[in-house]
Every structure is written in C-alpha cells, then in structure tokens.
C-alpha cells in the first residue's frame, strides 16, 4: 500500500453534542490534490484536526505514513510531518515577526537556529514574500497572513499539506497567487474549501462531506449527489 | 461549529449551583453584606474554641447552600497553599516558650496559636465567601455591587470579564492547539520558554485590539460611559430573618470572645 495517509470507520462527536462524523472512509495518495466539500459544520475542519491528533474519533482507524495512529506520541511524527494550515490564520501566527514565526515550526524538529533562519530565508524566497521577513505578523493584511502560514507550514518541508478554507478572506489577486503556489507543490494535499471554483482549479480528486460520510463526486457535477 | 451552537451552552448567568437552597432564596445584597460582617468579626476574634465555631458555622453555610463539598474543600485547600508558608513560618519567627528545634531554631507554643488562628480564620472567611457570595451568578453579583454603591468601573470590569474570560481561554486554546500542529512540545530550553513568551504576548497585544474593538462597537451603539443594568433584586422577609439570625450568632461570638 503507498497511500500516504488513510481513514477507515472513522466516527466523532464533540461532547454534548450530536455525532458529526459517522464512519468517514478516505485515503490520499502520493501526488494527489483531494478537495473535501460540504456545508457549513458538516465536520471537514473536524476531519483534518482528527488526521493529526488534535481530536481523537470514538471509533475507527487512521493510518498514516505508512503506520496505524493512536496515540499522542504516534501523532506528534504526523503533525512533523503533515503541514496543517488552520482555518483563521490569526490561530497559527503567534510569534512577534513573520521570520521568527516560520523559524518556530523547524525548531520544534531539532534544527538550530541558524539552520532554521537559513530556511526561513529559502521559503520566503520561493513563495516571493522576501520583504515580509521582518514585518510584525498581527500587523499583516487578512491575505498576507495566510501566505505567511502556509510559509510557515512549508518551512518544515512537510510531505503532505493539510489546509483548511486557504481562501477564506482572500481577494482575487491573493487567490490566485495562493492557487499558483499550491499547484507548484509537490506534496500531496487535503483542501478543505467550499469555493467550487477554487477546487475545480486545483483538485485532482473531489469528494463531499455529506451526512457525516464522504461521498465521492465528480468535481464538474454540479447536482447534489447525497447518498448518506 | 455546529457542535458550539447545538450543544446547549450554559447561559452566562448560570452558575451550575443548586436551586431552591437556603441561601438561594436570600438577596444577594444580604448575602454580601453578611458575609463582610462575618469577615470582619472573625478577624477580630482571637480565642481558638470561638474561632472553631465560626468555622463549624461557615461550614453549615456550605452545607446549606448545597456546594458539592469535596470540590468546594479543594478550592479552600488552594488558597490554604497561599498561606501555608506564614504559617510554617510563625512558630519560629514569634517569640514564646520553646515547643522543639529545628536546626538550632526554637519554634514556639505562641507562634504555633497564632498560626492556628490565622489558619482558622482564613478557612471560616473563605467557605463563607463560597457558600454566600461564590454561589450567585457573575451578573447578578455586579448588580447586587451596584446597588451597593461599589465604584461603576469596578463593576464594569467584572462584568467584562464574566464575558470574555471565556473568549480569551478559547483564543489560548486554539493557538496552543495550531503551536501542537506545528510539532510543538513543551521542555525546558529556550526555544520553549521563547515560544510561551510569544504565546502570552500575543495573546496581550490581541486582548488590546479586541477590547479597542469591541469598545468601537459600543461607541457605535451610542455608548458614552455608562451601561443600563436590569435587575430583579428585591428585599423580602427572608432577608430579614436571616440578617438577624447572623447578627444574633455574630454577637453570641463576640460575647464569648468578651467572657474568655
């Protein structure tokens, strides 16, 4: 099996609440762009925050890079290698400027600090945003903080990127700088998004989240196939 | 998100405390004001025996305002941690016949009381507080100081912070979370200790923007200083009854404190 990261049966309801996920199957191949659709608090964040440990399902397997996934210590080598971009930018950024903020993630892999500036400098370089390196992040545009978190995600080399509503907020320009990069990538990918047309750009794979399952779809199919 | 708007939030003026008890019927200004009195006539007491029986008391308002006990005796026991050392201390630092030594230094008999004192006092002052005062809701004891005539700002300032203690905690949770995302573990170097610093920093810098935000919003709501709070508080005859039980035992103490 070469499948990067796989979910079986996986089931999950947040306290006091109803189930939000009700035996979600998936899985990501190497090289591929699956773009995750569906209606607002269906549970595409909550799949993504399941994929790297943050939330544990009540029932079901996840696998990832090759080996099955449970506890804390097995998550902690996914989330080093998964690159999550949050859904509001204003969670991730939380260092006083954008170097030491993409520097904090490279650190947290054992590099020193000169070796994580140097990447800082490199992934700042490759996704164009040099004169960002000193600036204060709170101070960033809405668009300008979401290129810095995916900069910051990118600077631990991550082999699969897990991004949740990138284009929240964004404006035409910034979204089609985002779409540019993203198809520069390499790795492969989880979008989560409800910007049809953003996912027909970028996605190789769509599926929907409906019911609590995913469901496959074909991305040009407009008609809303729910077979829960 | 639907988990947040469907799972039945408790409202802001629930304090999950129970109902119909005792000390739930009474105003909570009677409340506050008695439990000051009780404060104060504690602390002027001294003998030990008195002292026990203003504990005994502060327990039976615990009791009868229904706090679930073992967790109302741990948070008692987390002020106590505040304390502990004065009273560690006193034996050696107060003068007096010697009780044994520690390392050539005497601890007293005088100093031993004294602390049991303060420890008593301390105790009795606090579970009143709970029983009395920490059993109402957050809003409803800002009305309560106003009408008290307690400073507008001060109450302000409570109530700013019965509602946005919440969005501060969720706002810490999430960055902590994204930090996790990021192959974040906490030890002990410098990039740790780094990190955390940027971490309640940024977590300052955006508590101001909000607070400048949330004060644009009110200003564009016609706010110029002073906000309407409704209450219900009303004084009946339970008050009443109540008031002067306490006076009469509160007495009682200060009379057998008189006789010893």
Not at chain 1, 125 to 145: A, P, Y
Request: charged share 20%; proline share 4%.
């Amino acid at each position: 099996m070469s499948e990067l990261i796989a979910l079986s049966d996986i089931h999950f309801a947040y306290p006091s609440g109803p189930p939000v996920l009700k035996g979600v199957d998936m899985c990501l191949m190497p090289g591929e762009r699956l773009c995750i659709g569906g209606h607002n608090g269906a549970g595409k964040s909550t799949l993504l925050h399941i994929i790297v440990g943050l939330l544990r399902p009540s029932r079901g397997r996840i696998t990832a890079f090759g080996a099955p996934r449970r506890e804390e210590k097995d998550f902690h080598e996914v989330r080093c290698r998964a690159g999550f971009v949050f859904q509001d930018p204003d969670d991730q950024l939380f260092c006083p400027t954008v170097a030491e903020d993409i520097a904090f993630g490279p650190l947290n892999l054992g590099k020193s600090r000169d070796e994580a500036m140097a990447i800082v400098d490199e992934v700042l370089e490759r996704l164009d945003l040099v004169s960002f390196r000193d600036r204060i992040t709170h101070k960033l545009s809405g668009g300008e903080k979401r290129l810095v978190t995916l900069a910051a995600v990118l600077a631990m080399e991550p082999e699969v990127l897990l991004l949740d509503e990138p284009t929240n907020a964004l404006d035409v320009d910034n979204k089609a700088r985002l779409k540019e990069i993203l198809l520069s990538l390499p790795q492969a990918m989880i979008l989560v998004s409800h910007d049809h047309r953003f996912r027909g750009d970028v996605s190789t794979r769509t599926v929907v989240m409906s019911h609590g399952r995913l469901v496959e779809r074909d991305m040009h199919c407009t008609a809303t196939d729910e077979t829960g | 998100m639907s988990h947040v708007l469907s799972a039945g939030r408790r409202a802001l003026t629930d304090t999950g405390e129970a109902r119909g008890t005792l000390i739930d019927g009474i105003d909570v200004r009677t409340r506050i004001v008695v439990a000051v009195a009780f404060a104060i006539v504690m602390v002027s007491l001294q003998d030990l025996a008195v002292l026990t029986t203003g504990l005994l008391a502060a327990f039976f308002l615990m009791l009868s305002a229904r706090l679930p006990v073992a967790r109302t005796l741990k948070r008692m026991a987390m002020m106590d941690s505040f304390i502990i050392f004065l009273i560690a201390m006193l034996p050696f630092t107060v003068p007096g016949d010697a009780m044994f030594t520690v390392f050539g230094f005497p601890a007293s008999w005088q100093g031993l009381r004294q602390a049991a004192e303060i420890a008593l006092t301390a105790n009795a002052v606090i579970l009143a507080l709970m029983a009395l005062v920490g059993s109402t809701e957050p809003v409803t004891l800002g009305h309560a100081l106003r009408r008290l005539m307690v400073p507008e700002k001060l109450i302000y300032l409570l109530m700013f912070t019965v509602r946005y203690v919440d969005v501060l905690q969720q706002e810490y949770q999430r960055l902590r979370m994204a930090m996790k995302a990021r192959g974040f573990r906490p030890s002990n170097n410098r990039h740790t200790y780094r990190s955390v610093g940027y971490l309640v920093g940024m977590m300052l810098v955006r508590a101001i923007e909000r607070s400048e935000r949330i004060l644009g919003a009110m200003k564009c709501r016609g706010f110029t200083g002073r906000m309407p709070l409704f209450d219900t508080l009303a004084f009946t005859y339970r008050d009443a009854v109540f008031a002067t039980g306490v006076t009469v035992f509160l007495a009682c103490l200060i009379g057998a404190q008189a006789i010893r």
